[in-house]
Structures are given as C-alpha cells and as structure tokens.
C-alpha cells in the first residue's frame, strides 16, 4: 500500500478538487515557500476556478496569487499575516470579497470547531514517507517546526503532503502521522529554506532600538516576573530581539532559572535554551536556521500545533502560562489597542499572527515601537484597524517614553513599580503628543468605502474590517 | 493556571460524573495498573452508580471490578481484552448486560467515529506536568508507550491525568498534549512496573514451541516475505519470540534490512531493531521493561497511536503495509476461524486485542498453537467464539502440521512454495483429525442461553456473541 501519486495534478484529481471549494497551506517556508505557488498554477491550468485559499500566512513570494485572483481562480484569501505586495494588491481591492484574517490560534481552532472547513489541505513537508507520515526537521528543504500544519492536517477532508524528501517507510521521527494523510506527491524542491529566515532576525545596531530594548528588559525585571519559572516569547523584530539578549544577561547574572520560550523561536531564543535560561522551548515554527538546527537535535526544543501554542479550542494552551510576550506595532490608540495589519496609510502589510493570542494570555504583553515611522507617528486617536485589542495590551515601550495600560482597571500596581525603577513613565497621551511634536500632526487617512478585509478574533468573532486605500 | 486537583475525588466531581455514564482507562500498567481500581473505588465511596467502564484491556490486577459490578457501581463494561479471573466471572452471568469486546484498532476508531462515547477519560501517567503534558516513557513508574490512551484522551468529554511523578512544566517529551486535558492529580503510584512484563514474555524453551516456531520461521521464508523492506508483528507468546529468534537469525545471516517492527513490543523485538533488522519499531504498548528502556532512549522505536497502530477510522494504519503477523489461539476451525476470547470450555480468558487488526492488515498472518491444550484440541468444527474471522487468515502451525488457508480463493501459490520447502503442509481437517486422535473426541460444550459478551469487529460490527457457560 502506497499513498504515493505522480504529480501535483494527480493528487488534485484524487482529491476531486471542484469549484468553490476552499483549499489550505502552512507558511513554515515562509518567503522560500514554492508548494503555494506550484499548487495554484497547476489549478489554474487544470481550469478549476471559484477556491478559497485559506493559507497560515501568505508572503511576498506569493506574490502570484494575484494573477490567479484576477483570473477568477482564486476568489477567496483568508491567512493570519499577508506581506506588503499582496497586500497592496488587497488593499487597492483586487479580491471582490473580503480576506480573512485570523490569529495563529484561532485559525487551528476555527479548524477544529468546524466554523472553518478546509476541502483540501497541502502541507509542503521537508521530509515525508510514502504513506505520509511527515515532519519539518529533516531533508534538504527542513523548515523546523511545522506546528500550523497540524490543525489542517487533522480536520481537512482531504490532506496532500508534498515533499522533495521521500525516505522509505515508516519515517523515524515523524510530526504529523499517517492516519491524516490521503496523498504523497514529490516535488523537485518545496522551497528555499533561505526564504525561512525573516528580514528581521538580527539584533538592531539602531541606537533608538537598542534604547527601547533596554527599556524594556527594565520593565520585564521591575514587574517582578524575572524570576524562576519565567517563560517569555519574543518575536524576530530587531529590537525585541536585542530585549532578550539584555534579558538573558539578567538571567544569567542572577541565576534565573525560567521555564519555557516559546513562539516562533529564534537562534537567539535558542542560545537562552543552552545557556540555561530555559528548561524547554515550544515551537510553532523556525524563524531562522539555527532554530531549525537545534530542534532537530535538542529534545529540550519541542514543537508544537498551533492549537497548542495558541488555540482557544483546547482545555489550554502554551499562551496561558505565558508570562511576558514582547510584540511589534505600527499603530497603537489611545485605548491601547493595537494595529499589525495595515500600516499608517492603511495599506495592508501583516496580520496578526500570534499577537493576539500571547497578548490575550500573557500576565505582561508588552509593545514595543519606535515613537513615529516614516514621519508618521505610532500612536493615534483610533487604530486603522484594531488586531489586539487593547484590553489585553499592558504596556508600550517607545525610545521616549513608557506608557501602562491602567484604562481597563489593571496594572496599577505595575505602574509603580516601573516609576518605582525610575524608568520614563507616561501615560498613552504624552506619548502621542511627543510623536507629533516629533512627526506633525497626520492628516487624517482617507479611506475607501469598500471592506478589504475582516479581522477575526481568536474566539471567531469578528474584531475590526478593514478598508480599501483610496 | 494549572489543572492540578487535589485528589481523585475532586477530579471526578470537577468532571461531573454521574450516575449513567461511561469512563475510560488504558491497560499500558497492564497487570501493575492500580488506577482503575483506584477510581473505580472512589467513585463506589462517592455513591455513583451504573457507570460503564471502557477499559483498553481488563487484567487479573483487577478483580475488583467484580465486587463493583455486584454492588451496581459498574452496569457495563467494554475493553479488548479481559484475563481469566474477571473473565471467569462474567462467563459465569455476573453483568446483566453483555460485556462489549472491541479489537484495540477497532476501540480508537469507534471513538474517532463517535459510535463509543466517552464521558470521563483516565489517564495513567507516568509523568506529567501539572497542564497535563504526558508521556509513559518517563518517571519511576515508566511503562513506554501510552498508544491507547491517545483516543481516549482526544476524545473523551472530560480528561483526568493521573500521575505519580509530576515535573515543571512544560514536560519535556510529551506524548499527549495539554490540549485535550482537563485535570491533573496526583497519586503515590500508579502502578508497579513489574507488573507490565506479561506471563509470557520468554522465548519458549518446550521442543513442542521450538518445533513451531522452527516451522514457521521457515514458512516465513518459503513465502518469500522475508527481504529487504520485511515488516513484522509478534505477540509475546514463548513460541511467536522463539519464532522471531528464527527469523532474526535468518535476517542477519542474509544480510536482509527489514523495514519496521510492530506491536505490543518486547526485548527480543528491540534487539531485532538494534541489530539492524528493522529501521525502526511502531510501539503501541511495551511487553516488558527492556522495550520500556529502548522507547525511552532510541528515536527509532516510536510511540503510535492505536489509530495509527490498527485503527480504521485514519486514512491509513501500521497494520495496512504489515508482511507477518504472528498470533495464537485457543481454538481454530475448519473454516479457519479463530477464538482468542475464549478458552474450549468457554470461559472468557483474553480477547481480539490486535488480533484481529493485524490478521486483517497483514499479508500473511500465521496462527501458531500446540495441535492440543488440557487434552482439548485445538481445531474443531466451530469455534466457541470467532475472534477473528478465518477469511483473514493465511496459515495455521502446529507442532504436528501446517495447515494453509485456500477456502477464501487465496493463498494457492503460498501452499505449492511450503509444500516445495519440504514443509509438513496438510489440510485443516487433518489437523482436526490429528488433534483428535492425540485428545479423543471432545464432548460438546454445552454454554447457557445467556449472551455475556458481543465481539465487535475492527469496523463496529458485531462479530460473534460469547454465552454464559453453565
């Protein structure tokens, strides 16, 4: 017995892939992703139109997906992130209905209480046996972690596992198992593990961000969470990544023995883990190399399904115990809440990812963002469009100054504990008056009457839309 | 937030167990388990009446259960596999209702499927994090792979943990995840792994199994199975390991590479994988300490799911690619039938376990089973049970005859190659025949009115009834 097809279109006839059905794919490629690409032409071809694709993230690689929208093929986007060339394409409103957008978290779990139905799943795996048991660690093409592809793979109605990596049967250290794949098909190449490595996991040199990374590691030590037992996530962002090497410094000055890291992790997250700062790491995916490497061979690196990194749908996740999670912003309003989906001229360029979930579950979910980007300042009166609420954000960090979030009846005591350090304390308005002392006052941004995108919660429910750009 | 509960008696109010319901167990402890025995008499404490009870597996460890079934505590009672002590008992009419037989493929499936509801699941855990990360391969009371209890815990309502070595979270390697978990407890012990190692875990030193096991290691051999690529099953019978000695010693001299192991997995199957014959062994359970040991340290013995060991309700199962499968039997019939569930005077003392799934997947399944038992043959018109129906089985051997199964249009030319390797190949009646003269004729067994047990198949259905004995 064999699952093993000949081609991509073979597998897609197994399938019975027809109009209008809605068809999904994991991101741990990330901008070396090819499956996304190869699978769309191929169906452009074979004249199936009227799909949705339903895609973890979506990066500037797939910058194809346009023609195919434009060509009737693709009719529905829905994904947790969606880089700045398809997204300007969104955002000029290319796609007559709108995107969807979920978090990490709430895309698994939408999956697993059926409010999404996926037709067909192709999950682009580094290393796969004939009968599918599959995983990211090894081959040519390993990505690491292949945590998003777990809820697709469990709850399609029929899973494609494409490789360039076929090992004789029963795979050794196989992720996903066998029991949820119909169809093996090989490939020259599933992507360029170059691609994997985001543009921005290297520590700043910036002299403003190494000033809000130092700020912020002040933060996390004044809010009394430094201590044994601390478990962090930080993301790939140049200066949440010099806030953990400031972090472990402590760490290790003081013995601090934490439990886990956890996120998309890093080579710096993985650096915390031999050092001793942790006792684990949970990994949804491998930002870079390195990350790959040690998951591959340290038990300690564990992986885990978006649902339980970040989920709603499970009796908990790795997000509940989170201590301290450091997040990006482009935007942040006067009630905190915070925008990762469209940048200041309201042009699609992100999403959510897991910035919700670990904001939502964090005891600390801290923000940090310089005061003003390309002359425009961070904080405004009202987000573009809300992607975290702000009742689940407690603290912004920016290179002058620092605000708690006190609005939702919450973090008083944390407030003065940072006074208390001497750290720049103020409050969300300051900061938005130094920003446009710094940037002027922005004019207000027109935009479109027509819904580009809905924003979804983790619970599902729908949090903001977004509008076309003008 | 932990789930960490107090005792067993706050998890079972927490679950909300009530009168009525149904609770699940796995048998992994095997007859060192003392958590069902545990529960079972808190929940009599506590007043709860008629609860069903899905165990994987019932041992003699459990005799309880019968005092729980006389008082009303325990109305029903559903398991794989159930040992001559509460066998005896419920042969002789003690449940009203019929005990439910399942094969352990079959168990997970009717789980996955939702045709087998389960209110409360109880995990036996070796070790565990208070979020209820879990794995068997850890902690003083180590029992290896915990592959059943992976339905119950991803389908049960409600899921108890029960540990005697709890660790920091997050428990480095997990087998289930916190996901499907509602509540940890912790216990002095969970069982004494010595208890794990079944009766029958030594290689047979009695020239009646020797000659059997020479038999049909050479039938393996004439049915050209045996090459590069050889997958395999055997139980843990004295004459199935001194076959797997045979076979091991034929696939060192020959240089042949095996592909994997299965099963219930002992030493003698982990030597086999360390010397080179399999790339790698799929564990659904450890049949002694040495394979606990092996699973704990070399990632090519892998844990599997029972759905991924022999489920149907996956896209595809271990036993779908099998090669061999040895199995025994208490009786045999001459349309090849097969009885594990009952011994000739028909009181329950086992049952299908993955007898049935492995005779089903594999291409040859090979009954071994001395031609007589107590001066009872083995092969008889009908059997008092059919545990396994005889269209999947290939070959019988006994110490007298090897009887090939042609009644099902099959296996014609696997005859003519025994017969060309000189092997005692006869018909099933002349093993009857054989039986008979050594045992004499054996009186009818006269069985009640009574049903005390439906077998069900690998697929739901019902497969046979056992009758109360008399």
Redesign the interface.
């Known amino acids: 017995?064999s699952?093993l097809v000949a081609s991509i279109r073979e597998a897609i006839e197994k399938c019975e892939l027809r109009d209008g059905m809605t068809i999904s794919f994991h991101h741990h490629m990330r901008n070396g992703d090819y499956v996304l690409n190869m699978v769309l032409e191929e169906i452009a071809k074979m004249g199936i139109k009227n799909l949705t694709v339903n895609a973890s993230s979506i990066f500037d690689i797939h910058e194809p997906i346009i023609g195919h929208i434009q060509n009737g093929v693709v009719t529905g986007l829905e994904c947790n992130y969606m880089g700045a060339k398809v997204g300007k394409a969104i955002s000029e409103g290319v796609l007559e209905k709108p995107v969807i957008f979920r978090s990490h978290g709430g895309r698994a779990s939408d999956m697993e209480k059926g409010t999404s139905v996926i037709d067909v799943a192709f999950i682009a795996a580094p290393t796969a046996d004939d009968?599918?048991n599959c995983t990211g660690k090894l081959g040519p093409s390993a990505c690491g972690s292949i945590g998003y592809a777990f809820a697709d793979a469990m709850n399609a109605k029929k899973?494609v596992v494409v490789t360039d990596n076929l090992v004789?049967?029963?795979l050794?250290?196989?992720s996903i198992?066998?029991?949820?794949?119909?169809y093996v098909v090989t490939v020259d190449q599933i992507g360029n593990p170059a691609g994997i490595v985001s543009g921005t996991t290297k520590i700043t040199r910036d002299p403003v961000g190494l000033r809000m990374a130092n700020y912020t590691a002040q933060v996390i030590e004044a809010s009394g969470l430094l201590r044994d037992?601390f478990s962090f996530q930080t993301g790939a962002g140049g200066a949440t990544l010099a806030t953990a090497q400031y972090v472990k410094e402590k760490m290790l000055a003081k013995g601090i023995k934490g439990?886990?890291g956890m996120g998309g992790i890093t080579g710096y997250m993985v650096d915390m883990l031999n050092e001793g700062c942790f006792?684990?790491l949970?990994d949804v995916q491998c930002f870079d190399l390195k990350a790959v490497e040690s998951i591959r061979t340290n038990?300690?690196h564990?992986e885990?399904?978006a649902?339980?990194y970040a989920?709603v749908?499970?009796?908990?996740?790795?997000v509940?115990?989170l201590d301290v999670v450091l997040l990006g912003a482009t935007q942040v309003d006067l009630d905190f809440n915070v925008n990762v989906h469209t940048d200041s001229n309201g042009y699609i360029m992100g999403g959510s990812g897991g910035h919700c979930d670990t904001a939502a579950g964090a005891k600390l979910a801290i923000i940090i963002a310089p005061l003003t980007r390309a002359r425009l300042p961070l904080v405004v009166d009202r987000c573009l469009c809300i992607s975290t609420p702000g009742k689940t954000v407690d603290v912004v960090v920016t290179q002058r100054g620092i605000a708690v979030n006190t609005k939702y009846g919450k973090n008083a005591e944390l407030k003065e504990k940072l006074k208390a350090a001497k750290l720049p304390v103020v409050e969300i308005e300051d900061l938005k008056q130094k920003a446009e002392e710094l940037a002027g006052v922005p004019k207000p941004v027109q935009l479109g009457q027509k819904v580009v995108a809905n924003v979804l919660y983790r619970d599902g429910t729908l949090l903001d839309v977004i509008h076309a750009v003008r």
């Open positions: 017995m699952k009968m599918g899973v004789p049967y029963p050794v250290g196989f198992p066998e029991v949820y794949v119909d037992g439990s886990y006792q684990a949970l038990p300690k564990m885990v399904s649902t339980q989920g749908s499970g009796k908990s996740a790795g509940d115990n």
